[in-house]
């Protein structure tokens, strides 16, 4: 690869300090070379320099969704796996991969299908897409939020590409939770209440019992792989955060006092508040089932309090979109909407150098820095004032991904 100096740009490097007019970023291989500003001595570089004029936009790091479904590329996919061949599953799958590459998002975490195969087919460049982080198949009990039967039906839970497992007691969610390690997850998911697309449970339930959550989790831990929780209501929330869940997925019920808790627990929160107000913007009109909608709009009434909640008592906050159907195309909304609660730095933050965190690579990734992974976007506008711009791709003037131009517009 040729050294790429990126010049001229206004560097916002998401380590928490504000843009940095005039700066450079010298590329070597795929990584971050040298950051300053001023003129780059390209010169020093080699007659093989390619040299990038940023005309003064807005540079960053890639953003990462810690909250995504390759998965989920129907509408009502409650019904996906009936309606699609399974290997339509991957290609669609494929689809929202370079999809979600295409909106900025150099780094994804899988909540939930995905197997090891989408990380190795992106890590050898057989497919465009993020570099990605999976769970494989999700845990849930009979009758819980990834159990996808309807409550009038008998048969055994229908098999699709990327089904949950139903598991139930220590001894079953053991033997599951060992399997997706075995078929290399990088983290395990468990369902610990209630949601809005299963139809036969509520937002506000709980789900499996303590001794089965922490059974996960101590497989996770065997193999030093975190585990994350769907949950809603704040008995949901206190229940995974105490058998030693990692991260919080939702938590739109989070009330003052389970955010406290979280906090003595060191465990994350990943609100994904975009799904929500897509789906009550738009969910008719896309055919969403009835008690989808009226569940989504439900939670969505507490969403914003409960990152307010979690901001004010210190809990450590990552972002993901979670995102489903014709919603995976807005995945980068998520920053605006929790703009209006953190403001603008932090939003942003939330889905560079938090995520990082809590992806535990922020070694790699999450800021501009001198020895990290070349991942980058530019912008056509400060997102400090305008945070919509992540918004409407045609303001990514370019992405790039491992010190290569995926995009560029420049």
Not at 50 to 63: R, W
Not at 64 to 83: M, P, T, W, Y
Request: proline fraction near 4%; aromatic fraction near 6%; glycine fraction near 10%.
């Amino acid at each position: 690869m040729a050294i790429k100096v990126l010049k001229n740009a206004t560097l916002l490097d998401c380590t928490g300090c504000e843009p940095k007019e005039n700066a450079y970023v010298v590329v070597d291989d795929d990584k971050i070379k040298e950051v300053g500003t001023g003129k780059a001595a390209s010169s020093l570089y080699g007659p093989m320099t390619e040299s990038i004029d940023c005309k003064g936009h807005f540079l960053m790091p890639g953003l990462i969704d810690a909250h995504i479904h390759l998965s989920l590329f129907d509408n009502d996919f409650g019904e996906q796996h009936r309606r699609s061949h399974p290997a339509m599953h991957y290609v669609k799958a494929l689809g929202v991969l370079k999809d979600t590459l295409e909106q900025g998002f150099t780094t994804v975490r899988d909540a939930g299908g995905a197997d090891a195969g989408f990380r190795v087919a992106v890590e050898e460049g057989l497919v465009p897409g993020p570099r990605i982080t999976v769970c494989g198949r999700v845990l849930t009990q009979t009758g819980g939020h990834a159990d996808p039967r309807l409550s009038t039906e008998l048969t055994e839970p229908a098999q699709s590409p990327f089904s949950a497992v139903v598991a139930d007691g220590v001894t079953e969610v053991t033997k599951a939770a060992r399997e997706q390690l075995r078929q290399g997850a990088d983290h395990l998911k468990v369902i610990a209440g209630g949601g809005c697309a299963s139809p036969a449970d509520e937002p506000d339930a709980t789900q499996y019992s303590f001794e089965e959550i922490h059974a996960i989790v101590k497989e996770g831990r065997a193999a030093n792989k975190d585990v994350l929780a769907h949950c809603y209501s704040n008995a949901s929330i206190r229940l995974a955060a105490e058998a030693g869940v990692y991260s919080i997925e939702h938590g739109n019920y989070l009330d003052a006092p389970t955010a406290q808790f979280l906090k003595t627990k060191d465990c994350w929160l990943v609100p994904t508040l975009t799904t929500y107000f897509f789906m009550a913007e738009n969910g008719k009109e896309l055919g969403i089932p009835g008690y989808f909608l009226r569940k989504m709009k439900q939670v969505l009434d507490h969403a914003l309090e409960a990152v307010k909640n979690a901001v004010d008592s210190g809990v450590k906050i990552g972002s993901g979109s979670d995102v489903i159907g014709s919603g995976q195309r807005h995945k980068n909304r998520e920053l605006e909407l929790k703009s209006r609660v953190m403001g603008p730095m932090d939003a942003i933050l939330s889905a560079t150098r938090e995520n990082a965190k809590m992806l535990r690579k922020e070694k790699n990734i999450g800021t501009v820095e001198v020895g990290k992974d070349a991942d980058l976007i530019i912008l056509s506008d400060n997102p400090l004032d305008n945070v919509s711009v992540f918004s409407d791709r045609n303001n990514i003037l370019a992405i790039v991904q491992r010190g290569e131009f995926y995009k560029k517009l420049l």
